[in-house]
C-alpha cells in the first residue's frame, strides 16, 4: 500500500482526491477542504460514487481507519493511497 504524509499533501491539494473516512462527529469538527466524507462502515455501500481511474488519498485522525479503507480499495482495483499519520 502506498502512503504520503500529511506534508507531502500539501504539496498536492487541491489536485488529488480526498476521501475522509472518520465519522460525522470528526468530520465536522475539521477536515481537508475539499474532501470526500465518506466514514469507514459506508464504503462499500458507496463504492459507486469513486472515481476506478483516479487515484484516491484516503485520511482518518491518525492512519489506522484509512489503511483499512485502502486495503479494501485496493482490493476493489483502485488505486489507493494512505495519508499517514492522518489529520
Do not use: K
Not at 500500500?1 to 489536485?15: A, F, K, N, W
Not at 480526498?18 to 465519522?23: K, Y
Not at 459506508?42 to 489503511?67: H, K, M, N, Q
Amino acid at each position: 500500500m502506498q502512503e504520503i504524509t500529511v506534508t507531502q499533501l500539501r504539496e498536492v491539494l487541491g489536485s488529488v482526491n480526498i476521501i475522509d473516512v472518520r465519522e460525522t462527529s470528526e468530520y465536522v469538527t475539521g477536515h481537508v477542504p475539499g474532501a470526500l466524507h465518506m466514514p469507514l462502515a459506508t464504503i462499500p455501500l458507496r463504492i459507486s460514487e469513486l472515481d476506478r481511474d483516479e487515484t484516491l488519498y484516503v485520511i482518518c485522525e491518525a492512519g489506522g481507519r484509512s489503511a483499512q479503507a485502502c486495503a479494501y480499495l485496493s482490493a476493489q482495483g483502485f488505486d489507493a493511497v494512505n495519508i499517514g499519520g492522518g489529520t
